[in-house]
Antibody, heavy 119, light 107 residues
Framework: QITLKESGPTLVKPTETLKVTCTVSGFSLTTDGVGVGWIRQPPGKALEWLAI???????RYSPSLKTRLTTTKDTSNNQVVLTMTNMDPLDSGTYYCAHTTGFGELGYWGQGILVTVSS | DVQMTQSPSALSASVGDRVTITCQAS??????LNWYQQKPGKAPKLLIY???DLAAGVPSRFSGGGSGTHFTLTISNLQPEDFATYYC?????????FGPGTKVDVK
C-alpha cells in the first residue's frame, strides 16, 4: 500500500533553512504522472499548498513562496526533500507530503511533522 | 492565480441532518475540484475528486457536485464521525489552492 512519512527537525531558528524529507513506499517516484506535493498548516489554521515535485523532475511552487522553496528527489532512496529558506516564526506549523497521480487530487498523505520556528 | 472561497466558515448540525458546504473558484476550473475531511491532529483525507467522484472507501452519504466556479459538498444523514473540518482544493494543471475550510460541529 502507498505510504508517506515526513522527517526532519522539529525546531529551527529564525533565518535558518528548513529541510523536510518525505520517504515514500508502495509507489515509484518515476512512474508517469506521479507527484509528491507539500502542504503546511499553521496551528488552528487552514491548509496551504507549497509545492509539487513530479516524476519527470517538473517542480511547481506556490507563487507567494517560490523564492524560498526548492524540492529535490532521491529516487534511489524513495525520498523527496522540501527546502525552505529564511524561516520565520510565521512558518511554524505542520508540514505534510502527499501523493498525487497527476490529476490534481492528493490521495495519500503522510502523518505530518510539526515544525516550530523560534530562537 | 485561482482563489477559493468556502461558505459557511462554520456550521452546527445534529446527527441525521443533511449538510451542504459551498466552494467557489475565482475562475473556471472545470471539474478539477477535490474535497477533504480533516479531524483534529490528523492528516486530511480525500473524500471527493473531480468534483463528484467518491474516493475509495468513502461512505455514499458524501456527495459532490458542480463545475466551472461553483461546487458543493453534501453530507446526507450526518454521522457522529463526520464532525470535522472540510476543505475544497482546486488544480488548474499547474498550481494547487485550498479553500479556507468549513468546520462542522455539534449543535
Amino acid at each position: 500500500q502507498i505510504t508517506l512519512k515526513e522527517s526532519g527537525p522539529t525546531l529551527v531558528k529564525p533565518t535558518e533553512t528548513l529541510k523536510v524529507t518525505c520517504t515514500v513506499s508502495g509507489f515509484s517516484l518515476t512512474t508517469d504522472g506521479v507527484g509528491v506535493g507539500w502542504i503546511r498548516q499553521p496551528p488552528g489554521k487552514a491548509l496551504e499548498w507549497l509545492a509539487i515535485s513530479y516524476w519527470d523532475d517538473d517542480n511547481r511552487y506556490s507563487p507567494s513562496l517560490k523564492t524560498r522553496l526548492t524540492t529535490t528527489k532521491d529516487t534511489s532512496n524513495n525520498q523527496v526533500v522540501l527546502t525552505m529558506t529564511n524561516m520565520d516564526p510565521l512558518d511554524s506549523g505542520t508540514y505534510y507530503c502527499a501523493h498525487t497521480t497527476g490529476f490534481g487530487e492528493l490521495g495519500y498523505w503522510g502523518q505530518g511533522i510539526l515544525v516550530t520556528v523560534s530562537s | 492565480d485561482v482563489q477559493m472561497t468556502q461558505s459557511p466558515s462554520a456550521l452546527s448540525a445534529s446527527v441525521g441532518d443533511r449538510v451542504t458546504i459551498t466552494c467557489q473558484a475565482s475562475q473556471d476550473i472545470s471539474d478539477y475540484l477535490n474535497w477533504y475531511q480533516q479531524k483534529p491532529g490528523k492528516a486530511p483525507k480525500l473524500l471527493i475528486y473531480d468534483a463528484s467522484d467518491l474516493a475509495a472507501g468513502v461512505p455514499s452519504r458524501f456527495s459532490g457536485g458542480g463545475s466551472g466556479t461553483h461546487f458543493t459538498l453534501t453530507i446526507s444523514n450526518l454521522q457522529p464521525e463526520d464532525f470535522a473540518t472540510y476543505y475544497c482544493q482546486q488544480f488548474d494543471n499547474v498550481l494547487f489552492t485550498f479553500g479556507p475550510g468549513t468546520k462542522v460541529d455539534v449543535k
